[in-house]
């Protein structure tokens, strides 16, 4: 059985990128209409001493940008935990010409330093990046996702805790498109491989709320910005659900 869960959460103050959706050469933005929800990777196992999550992955379609180089993008973590949690975000990039649609040929990927996710929130993350390591495929579109792990012990964090982080939901994208599916890999893991096993699921959620995560890819570098810069929550998450699913 697959375990997921999907959070409500009440009124939220939403803190924006400060000019993200105006920022020159962004080219896919979709961290502005937060819907207040998330959903979690789940199905944490121990490998060799590293507790590491499923991989869950957006499919993104940029406006324009093919073959330009990204130079900083930002991605959300959900923690649906009654405590902070500390992990490590490991997010990885795929052209989308596997079987299906789905994640083909490997396109990037990178594993940050272990931060501290506070507890019932959702927060933005910004990351810069070296030139010609993540660049827009000529199909104009590509999977991202993220998966997150304990650093082989090092933060702490128990299965349970990882089995409860993710991804906020965000919809619609204010610069570029996202179709209403999700991609999760079929066993936990890093999978920094072309053509990793899993599944595709078209409309998880019914359409209430869309399977679209939040994600910014960015060609132009932001002035002032850090290597990796938490951006704070956008709000308490409320009642949590659980479902479960084969």
């Known amino acids: 059985m697959r375990n997921s869960a999907i959070i409500l959460a009440g009124v939220v103050s939403l803190l924006a990128l400060a000019g993200s959706a105006q920022a020159q050469g962004v080219l896919y933005d979709n961290t502005t209409n937060f819907l207040g929800q998330a959903f979690s990777n789940g199905n944490a196992t121990n490998q060799a001493g590293n507790t590491i999550t499923n991989v869950v992955a957006d499919r993104i379609t940029f406006t324009g940008g093919a073959g330009q180089s990204i130079l900083s993008f930002t991605f959300s973590v959900a923690n649906l935990n009654t405590v902070a949690v500390s ?4 997010v990885r ?7 299906g649609g789905a994640p083909g040929t490997l396109i990037s990927g990178f594993s940050f330093a272990a931060i501290s996710f506070t507890a019932g929130n959702v927060g933005l993350f910004t990351a810069n990046i070296a030139a010609g390591s993540l660049v827009v495929p000529g199909s104009g579109d590509m999977w991202a996702g993220i998966t997150f792990d304990n650093n082989t012990g090092a933060t702490g964090a128990t299965i349970a805790q990882l089995n409860n982080l993710g991804q906020g939901l965000f919809n619609p994208p204010a610069i570029g498109s996202s179709n209403d599916s999700h991609w999760i890999s079929a066993a936990a893991g890093s999978n920094f491989v072309s053509s990793p096993a899993g599944t595709i699921t078209s409309s998880p959620f019914a359409a209430n709320p869309v399977a679209n995560y939040g994600w910014q890819f960015v060609a132009a570098p932001e002035p002032g910005s850090l ?5 704070g929550g956008l709000g308490a998450l409320g009642v949590l659900r659980r479902r479960r699913r084969a």
Do not use: I, V
């Open 87 to 90: 992990a490590r975000p490991r």
């Open 93 to 99: 990039f795929w052209q989308t010409d596997g079987a």
């Open 227 to 231: 290597a990796l810069l938490g951006l």
